[in-house]
């Protein structure tokens, strides 16, 4: 977060404007499809006991919920990386790894909160969309 204040502050201080886009993901955490997740691991080289130890890490898990006292059938989890595990963050990270690919725009991401910027230089900027 810090490097964004200060890369947008350097465009400031010469005098140019910025626009920015804030993007903060509710549910995150909670709507990572696991299928799309395995396979985008799989591509990055991760296969064979490791893959098939985070394939059984995500399977196989259900929740529950007490509202008024009273417990909930236990429902399946499709999707999500478990929160509070040292893993599901970095499971996490690696899913939005390559959000901002193909974004000519600046770009910096926290966790489910994305920043996206780009220096003002003409009036044909503001008006014509960068990807």
Known sequence: MHEYFLEVHDILDEHDPVDAIYLDCKKAFDTVPHRRLLAKLQAYGITGKVLKWIECFLSDRSQRVIVKG?????????????????????????????????????????????????????????????R
């Open 70 to 130: 009273i417990l909930s059938d236990s429902l399946p989890v499709w999707s999500g990386v478990p929160q509070g595990s040292v893993l599901g963050p970095i499971l996490f990270l690696i899913f939005i790894n390559d959000l901002l690919e193909g974004i000519t725009s600046s770009g910096k991401l926290f966790a489910d909160d994305s920043k996206l910027f780009r220096r003002i230089k003409s009036s044909d900027d503001r008006h014509s969309p960068k």
